[in-house]
């Protein structure tokens, strides 16, 4: 199992980190999505077949795009 941490600019809200959970949790692979709004980040958990790649698009996908 991989686990990151993501800093998203584009979180302002409870509202925001559920979105993201939602759309990730739609990868097969993602098992826990976790967001903080204060902080701005996420911390994904995953196996395969999800991979970095994958979850970064996805982001981009729905206007939360990670800072690198």
Same mark, same amino acid.
Request: hydrophobic share 30%; glycine share 6%.
């Given at each position: 199992m991989e686990t990151k941490k993501f800093s998203i600019p584009n979180i302002s809200c409870r509202h925001?980190?559920?979105?993201i959970k939602n759309e990730l949790s739609e990868i097969?692979?993602?098992t826990n999505v976790e967001g903080d709004?204060?902080?701005k980040t996420i911390t994904v $958990?995953?196996?395969s077949p999800a991979t970095l790649d994958a979850i970064k698009e996805?982001? $981009?996908q729905i206007n939360y795009p990670a800072s690198e």
């Open positions: 925001c980190v559920m979105t097969n692979g993602i709004p204060d902080s $958990k995953w196996d996805k982001l $981009k």
